[in-house]
């Protein structure tokens, strides 16, 4: 189990994630905001054009509601992302810049958390992540 520490006070929980480019060892570090509201994670165009991956022929296209309006956003597939200590491979991204305002370069998102258990405890201002094995949906 990997554990971090954020400060609870802040309106965004802001972590350094590792992609790794097409050509190993090149690698870029980007800040992303923790976000569970968003199904997928998401770089800058600049940091996928520089690591070597091709935006502009994704693997897909991915209707995104920004704060303002319904965008397709390219989708790529990029070799390994590592953030609080876990990596995952061969995970989508989305490639978007995200507005100057707000202080970070993408987002960090549920195609890469559902794959830990994850405890978020804003008393202590702590993320514990650990790997898990599977698990079983349970419908009510």
């Known amino acids: 189990m990997t554990s971090i520490r954020f400060n609870p006070n802040s309106d965004l929980i802001l972590l350094s994630m590792k992609v790794e480019g ?3 060892p090149d690698f ?20 996928a054009l520089d690591l070597g991956y091709d935006p502009y022929h994704p693997k897909y296209y991915k209707e995104v509601i920004t704060g303002t309006q319904v965008e397709n956003i390219p989708v790529i597939e990029v070799k390994k992302i590592t953030a ?7 995970i989508d991204v989305l490639c978007h810049d995200l507005p ?36 079983e949906w349970i419908t009510f």
């Open 100 to 135: 100057q305002e707000l202080r970070v370069d993408g987002v960090l998102g549920l195609n890469f958390l559902s794959k830990f258990n994850i405890n978020i405890s804003f008393a202590r201002g702590s993320i514990d992540i650990a790997p898990h094995d599977g698990y």
């Open 28 to 47: 870029r570090d980007v800040w992303v905001a923790l976000d569970t509201g968003a199904s997928t994670t998401s770089i800058p165009i600049r940091t």
């Open 22 to 24: 097409v050509d190993e």
């Open 84 to 90: 609080i200590g876990q990596p995952v491979e061969n």
